[in-house]
């Protein structure tokens, strides 16, 4: 909890205990405030030096008690917090945070109540409060401005970005950093400090900050915050919040904090922003269903890895790699792909401060197949062509070392035919990274059905390096989520064969929460890859028997609309046109195309189809009860080992907002009996449409009366399990 000992005589150093990263519980707080009071009271002690246990100093207030998952009575539990912090602040002798690791949240509020900061190099700091739909409410919206300027807190708090030790350094919100032993330097810091008046340290007695131009500063924070996550409340409480600090004393402003605190905390989206954050930390306890999991199969080292094609897909995993410190052979024909991984990772190393040599020299390019023998690991991102994929799989076999893994990024194809191509079938998995693959945070590692435990133990360890949550999901077609984007996809469709325009069915889902509609999202990513994918399958193109009725395949309903734009080469941005207009090839800016109604009207008229006005309700309830119906497949099936694997994949792969906690926590919210009935519903008005027909696994948690989602887990470790 909170320990007391006295160093060189008259620093009292204080150590806050709660593994594993020292959250801040009601009892721990109070623990420590009693610790402080009593150094305080120790005549024998001049300065404080506060630091935290195990490397790190603290990872904010205690998230299971803000969420209601741990018995605290709810006024004791977060006032707690408060009165901490402010007893530092109060404290009459100088109090020194001695920061390693992170300072997040409630903890980097402790250290702002402290009246000097020292922190290690490495260390990360910021207040990552709007991230579970809440703000920072110990003092923080009022502290932070006082400390580091308004600009600077607003952007901090409305984004919870964090920072390094170093930015940290540069924004006045640290006193020193050091590369060696953090308490070592706090105490040489405090001895000097002792003396010192404390009345300016203490930062809820400075001066307001008063920007010029607040209301510019505010608006424009207020913007992004929209953009970023529309409908979400908790950015925009951040905003009030820290406006507060410039506008109003501070006892005033923590009363306003408070407020908005209070009317965040049991909302629906901070429940499901926090059940987001647990969920990416359940679906890295993976299991195998020999006994295989996270705790009992330890991860092979990855030194060296090779990236196969550096296409769009393995120019970010390259990137991915190298910003990990891990040397990269990268294999590619194209020359002009090697100029674009070069200037992405000469961007990458100015981001992060460092030198374009730092990263550059950890590449190799090669032609060369022989050049990837010394590779850990392999994970080829070639064009998306099975029997390409297996013919290199097949002589990576013969090339690479016997204990090289073989990884392979495909987004939908068979991870078991792949392997059946290789020698080593248990060293093959799939590690499905999302675009740009170094800016998201998602990896699918799939699971083979003759994948090692130290296979996928070496995939999902080396994704957490990589900076994402690897999820693991088991082998089927799309594997989790792009088998479940489909049925949205076409849902989307038919609704413009019924009357709805693209810019009707983006918009309701744009204002659901989504960062772009199912159209604009397809005219971002090419009309052609799912072509391409439905040509494969035999469902567009010459493939298709010939008979076939356009509306129809496998005596089920079907919608060309998407075959016939990419045939009219409406491939969407990279052609200037999809199912939007853009100003030219590459454009970025959707505006609605005359054309392409005209279109929807002609091919309405042409299949007899009598366009209808489709409301709101129906586009998001087609859209996402579909798309959720497929997710209890999967779940049924055992693709994915629990709703959280779903949900993560979805926030974090596919843009669901996060305040809506993912597909699988949404119809658990709407509840399981309403979406029942729509899906029974829509399954009437549409009985050749088999992915509106209700899952069996839907139907059978609302027979047992739908539990909560939190034991939909352990429910299903009785049904089929491939994880
Ligand atoms: C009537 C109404 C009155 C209302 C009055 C209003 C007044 C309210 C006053 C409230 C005061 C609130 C103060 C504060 O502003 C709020 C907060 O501080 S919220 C918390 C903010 N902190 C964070 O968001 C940090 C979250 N954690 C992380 O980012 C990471 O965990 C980490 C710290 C960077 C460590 O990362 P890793 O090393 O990768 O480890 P893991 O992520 O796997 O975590 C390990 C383990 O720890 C658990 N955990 C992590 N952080 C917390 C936490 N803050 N609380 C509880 N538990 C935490 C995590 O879940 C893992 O455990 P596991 O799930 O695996 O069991």
């Known amino acids: 909890m909170a320990q007391y000992s006295r160093v060189r005589g008259s620093v009292a150093l204080l150590r806050l205990t709660n593994p594993p990263v020292n959250a801040l519980s009601a009892a721990v707080s109070r623990d420590l405030e009693r610790a402080v009071r009593s150094a305080c009271a120790d005549s024998a002690v001049r300065v404080l030096v506060l630091r935290g246990h195990g490397g790190t100093f603290c990872g904010g207030a205690d998230i299971r008690e803000l969420a209601g998952l741990v018995d605290v009575p709810f006024r004791v539990g977060v006032s707690s917090l408060v009165a901490l912090v402010d007893a530092v602040e109060a404290a009459e002798k100088p109090v020194v945070a001695a920061i390693e ?248 190393a100015a981001k992060q401060r460092r030198s374009p040599d730092s990263y550059l020299q950890l590449v190799q390019f090669t032609l060369e197949r022989r050049d990837l023998g010394d590779a850990d690991l392999v994970v080829e991102a070639v064009f998306e062509d099975l029997a390409l994929k297996k013919r290199l799989f097949a002589e990576l076999s013969s090339s690479c070392r016997p204990d090289t893994l073989l990884c392979s990024n495909t987004s939908a194809l068979d991870v078991d035919a792949l392997a059946a191509a290789t020698r080593r079938p248990e060293l093959v998995v799939g590690m499905h990274f999302f675009a740009p693959a170094h800016v998201m945070k998602l990896l699918e590692v799939v699971c083979g059905a003759r994948s090692s435990p130290v296979a996928v133990a070496t995939a999902m360890q080396l994704g957490k390096r990589l900076g994402k949550v690897s999820v693991a999901v088991a082998n089927c077609p799309g594997f989790a989520g792009n088998r479940m984007l489909k049925p949205y996809v076409e849902q989307a469709s038919f609704l413009l064969e019924e009357g709805a325009t693209p810019q009707q069915v983006d918009a309701v889902l744009e204002d659901f929460g989504f960062a772009m509609g199912v159209f604009r999202m397809s005219d971002l990513s090419g009309l052609d890859v799912g072509w391409r994918v439905r040509e494969e399958a035999g469902l567009a193109g010459p493939t298709v028997p010939p008979g076939e009725s356009a509306r129809r395949r496998h005596g089920c309903r079907y919608s060309p609309l998407a075959d016939l734009l990419c045939e009219h080469g409406r491939l969407g941005q990279k052609t200037g046109r999809g199912w939007y207009l853009y100003e030219g090839p590459g454009g970025r800016a959707a505006t609605p195309d005359p054309w392409l109604h005209d279109f929807l009207d002609q091919y309405r008229r042409r299949h007899g189809l009598r366009p209808r006005r489709i409301d709101q309700q129906e586009v998001l309830e087609r859209c996402l009860y579909a798309l959720a119906n497929e997710g209890f497949r999967i779940l049924e099936e055992g693709v994915a080992a629990g709703p959280e694997d779903i949900d993560t994949i979805y926030v974090l792969g596919y843009g669901w907002p996060a305040h809506r906690g993912g597909p699988m926590y949404h119809v658990a919210a709407v509840g399981l009996p309403a979406v029942l009935s729509r899906l029974e519903h829509f399954r009437r008005l549409h009985p050749d449409v088999p992915q509106l027909r209700p899952s069996a696994l839907l139907r059978h948690l609302v027979a047992e009366g739908s539990p909560p989602i939190s034991r939909w887990r352990e429910l299903l470790k009785g049904l089929r399990s491939q994880l």
Request: aromatic residues 4%.
């Open 101 to 348: 690791g992170v300072a997040l949240g409630g903890g980097l509020e402790l250290a702002l109540g402290c009246h000097f900061r020292i922190a290690h190099g490495q260390a990360r700091l910021g207040l990552p409060e709007v991230t579970l739909g809440l703000l920072p409410a110990a003092g923080g919206t009022q502290r932070l401005p006082r400390l580091v300027g308004f600009p600077a807190a607003l952007e901090l708090v409305a984004t919870g970005r964090d920072v390094s030790a170093e930015e940290a350094l540069a924004l006045g919100l640290v006193d020193h950093v050091t590369d060696g032993d953090v308490e070592e330097a706090a105490v040489e810091f405090a001895r000097r400090v002792a003396d010192e008046p404390l009345a300016s340290r203490r930062l809820s007695t400075r001066p307001p900050p008063r920007p010029a131009d607040l209301d510019t500063l505010l608006q424009v924070a207020l913007e992004r915050a929209q953009r970023r996550a529309r409908g979400a409340l908790a950015p925009v409480a951040c905003v009030q919040a820290v406006r507060a600090a410039a506008t109003l004393p501070f006892t005033q402003g923590l009363q306003l904090e408070q407020e908005l605190m209070a009317a965040l905390l049991p909302s629906n989206q901070a429940r499901a922003m926090q059940y987001c954050f647990f969920a990416q930390r359940i679906v890295g306890k993976w299991s195998l269903p020999g006994g295989a999991n996270w705790r009992n199969s330890p991860a092979r080292a990855v030194s060296r890895a090779a990236v196969i094609g550096l296409g769009t897909m393995g120019r970010g995993i390259a990137v991915s790699l190298v910003r990990a410190g891990i040397p990269v052979v990268a294999m590619e024909t194209d020359e002009k792909q090697l100029r674009v991984v070069t200037a992405m990772l000469e961007r990458e």
